[in-house]
């Protein structure tokens, strides 16, 4: 940063000041005169401060800016998502009202892990259904194993036989069917309870919750039975708003630079993997979405820039990386002009290939640019 500083400070030198220069260096060269050494070039600021001659401009080699054929590059917003085919919500089967809960909001949970428990009259109904399931299968299971004796001796008709055995058929259906309620609802059949258990049903974060202590739960009651909604955030959505004009620019499976707001320095990889059909008619945008894997540190609702090479090449042009200042988030190369004068162009640069700076506007492709910026700022360092 010093080094900047005393390049603006030539820059903005009064007369009054450079005629004061002048003479002194005038005295010190005259000093000088019987010594062998090298005269060191001389910088003249000029009216203009982006503009400034030196008297041995041959010093400063100058290299002409190259053409070259390149996709463009296509920066959009967004905002971070999470997957919806990853988005599970945790139903509660059960009515009733919440007698604890064991999850909040933001947490991270397991797959199977218990969230709440809800006090309910369901299980005992659903036990009681149960119950008598068991009693009616072991009658008909009776009925049928008589209804067999009593045939194989001649004692009944086969037609009372077939009778039994789909009574005993539709009974064990009927069992069956009270153990999968049970099940479902959460109820242990071996130890009933009236307060039936909810799980999560897969790991991830719980990004929703629509329940609180003692609240209802259920259809019944509470009119939503989603009590939690539960994320797996290993991959994430990120939605952009591409405008109308650059959507030819992109496909299907394109490869995005991803960087979040909040860490500027890092660089992630994602893949497109839809294009809205449908466009916002107030500002003619489409919705596109990248997909990103999340190393965790991806938060929703995060803003990210995603850079998407275009699949349209264009002309640009390119010079050696030392040609280019970066100053101020500015970049800025020199060029000659007329009377040994450098004049301060700012342009505006892309990557870094191979030790060449991709310049993206600015300056023309062969057009010279002094080729090493640090040499030409060493001598205003030295006035």
Same mark, same amino acid.
């Given at each position: ?7 603006h $400070?030539i820059?903005f @030198?009064t007369?009054?000041? &450079?005629?004061?220069a002048g003479l ?8 000088e005169?019987g ?9 003249v600021?000029?009216?203009d ?8 401009? =041959?010093q400063?080699p100058l ?5 070259y ?10 905002t971070?998502n999470?997957?919806?085919?990853? /988005?599970?919500? *945790?139903?509660?089967l059960?009515?009733g ?7 909040? &909001?933001?947490?991270?949970?397991k797959?199977?892990q218990?969230?709440l ?5 369901d ?7 149960y119950?008598?399931a068991?009693?009616d299968e ?13 045939y194989?001796?001649?004692?009944? $008709?086969?037609a009372?036989l ?6 005993e058929?539709?009974? =064990? ?6 153990? +999968?309620?049970?099940?479902t &609802?959460g109820v242990?059949? +071996?130890?009933?309870?009236?307060? *039936? ?6 790991s ?20 939503s ?7 797996? &955030?290993?991959? !994430?959505w990120?939605?952009?708003?591409v405008f =109308? ?12 630079k991803?960087k979040l707001?909040?860490y500027?320095?890092?660089v992630?990889?994602?893949h ?9 008619p107030?500002i003619?945008?489409?919705?596109v979405?990248?997909?990103v894997?999340?190393p965790?540190?991806?938060k929703?609702?995060m ?9 349209? /090449?264009?002309?640009?042009?390119? !010079?050696?990386?030392?040609a280019?200042?970066h100053?101020?988030?500015r970049?800025?190369v020199?060029?000659?002009?007329p009377?040994?004068k @450098?004049?301060?162009?700012?342009v ?5 290939v191979?030790?060449?700076q991709?310049i993206?506007s600015?300056?023309q492709?062969?057009?010279? !640019?002094?080729?090493? !910026?640090?040499q030409? =700022?060493?001598t205003?360092?030295?006035?």
């Open positions: 940063m010093m080094r900047l500083r005393r390049f $400070s820059i @030198f007369p009054a000041l &450079l005629l004061t002194i260096l005038g005295g010190c060269k005259k000093e005169k010594d062998a050494a090298t005269p060191q070039p001389q910088v600021t000029t009216g401060m982006a503009e400034f001659s030196v008297d041995r401009p =041959e400063y290299v002409a800016a190259e053409p054929t390149a996709h463009a590059e296509l920066k959009v917003n967004g971070v999470p997957d919806i085919s990853k /988005e599970i919500p *945790v139903i509660s059960a009515n009202r919440v007698v604890d809960i064991k999850a909040r &909001l933001d947490d991270y949970v797959k199977g218990l969230l428990k809800v006090q309910s009259s299980s005992a109904a659903a036990f009681d259904t119950r008598k068991v009693n072991r009658m008909s299971n009776l009925q049928y194993q008589r209804s067999q004796d009593l194989t001796h001649g004692a009944t $008709s086969k009372m077939e009778q039994a055995e789909t009574a058929k539709d009974a =064990e259906s009927d069992l069956k069917a009270a153990e +999968e309620t049970l099940e &609802l242990d059949k +071996e130890h009933p309870s009236a307060i *039936v258990p909810v799980y999560a049903p897969i991830g974060v719980i990004i929703q919750q629509n329940v609180t202590q003692a609240a209802a739960a259920g259809v019944t009651f509470s009119g039975a989603t009590a939690f909604t539960i994320a797996d &955030l290993s991959t !994430v990120v939605i952009c708003d =109308e004009n650059d959507i030819p620019k992109i496909a299907r499976g394109q490869e995005a991803i707001s909040a500027p320095d890092k992630f990889i994602g497109v993997s839809d294009i809205g059909p449908v466009l916002d107030a003619r945008t489409a919705k979405r990248i997909e894997p999340n965790g540190i991806f929703v609702g803003f990210v820039t995603a850079t998407l090479a275009s699949r349209q /090449e264009q002309k640009f042009t390119q !010079v050696p990386a030392p280019v200042l100053l101020h988030d970049d800025w020199f060029v000659p002009a009377g040994s @450098f004049r301060r162009v700012e505006k640069t892309g990557e870094i191979n030790g060449k991709a993206l600015g300056i492709s062969g057009q010279q !640019v002094v080729s090493n !910026v640090l030409l =700022e060493t205003l360092e030295n006035q």
